[in-house]
Every structure is written in structure tokens, then in C-alpha cells.
């Protein structure tokens, strides 16, 4: 059983910062792609950015030059630092992990957390 657990979100004014954390837990030992959806009210959920285990990152357009991720490959862990906050960043951010191997087989299959919220106030 494999757990993502996000924390981080919160309540922030227009140009501000905010940085969310992500863990995966349980039966893991490496993955291959970690990274944050997000999902504003009435919308579809959309790629925020993500990241391989080589260390290459992919963004949306919305977010390139503001928001930058990160991850520990021997912890489990990514990270999203997001800078200069806008109102349309509002959402609830989803950690997502892709493809992880338990340490006997690759697991092709999406893992998602539950979800932090963040607010960004104009």
C-alpha cells in the first residue's frame, strides 16, 4: 500500500509565497514521476508540474517562472515552491507519483494524495 500525504496549503495574499510538500509512504523504493495537479472550482484538473527521477521537470504555462519543484528521490518526497501568487492559482493541489517499483515489480499505475488547499486572496 502506497500513501501520498500533502501539506503545505493555506491562505495567502496576491504575490505572496507558499511551498507544499509531498511523502510517499509504504511499500516504495523508487519513483519514477513525481509532481501536483491542481483543481479549481468548476474546472478540470490540470498538470501543475512534474518531475522524473533524472531530475527533469515539466511545467504548465501559467506557472513557468513563478512556481519551480523539487524532490528527494531517497526520501519520496517533492516539494512546489510557488512565488508570486496569483488570485487564479486558487485550488486544491494533488501530489501525484507515476510508475513506482515495491521492490520486487513497477507499478504502472497513478498514485494521488488527498489534496491541500490554497487560497490566493486579490
Known amino acids: 500500500q502506497v500513501q501520498l500525504v500533502e501539506s503545505g496549503g493555506g491562505l495567502v495574499q496576491a504575490g505572496g509565497s507558499l511551498r507544499l510538500s509531498c511523502a510517499a509512504s509504504g511499500s516504495v523504493l523508487s519513483i519514477y514521476s513525481m509532481g501536483w495537479y491542481r483543481q479549481a472550482p468548476g474546472e478540470e484538473r490540470e498538470l501543475v508540474a512534474d518531475?522524473?527521477?533524472?531530475?527533469?521537470?515539466n511545467y504548465a504555462d501559467s506557472v513557468k517562472g513563478r512556481f519551480s519543484i523539487s524532490r528527494d528521490n531517497h526520501k519520496h518526497t517533492v516539494f512546489l515552491q510557488m512565488n508570486n501568487l496569483k488570485p487564479q492559482d486558487t485550488g486544491v493541489y494533488y501530489c501525484?507519483?507515476?510508475?513506482?517499483?515495491?521492490?520486487?515489480?513497477?507499478?504502472?499505475?497513478?498514485?494521488r494524495g488527498q489534496g491541500t488547499q490554497v487560497i490566493v486572496s486579490s
Open positions: 501525484n507519483a507515476e510508475r513506482l517499483f515495491d521492490g520486487h515489480r513497477w507499478l504502472e499505475r497513478d498514485y
Open positions: 518531475m522524473d527521477s533524472g531530475g527533469s521537470a
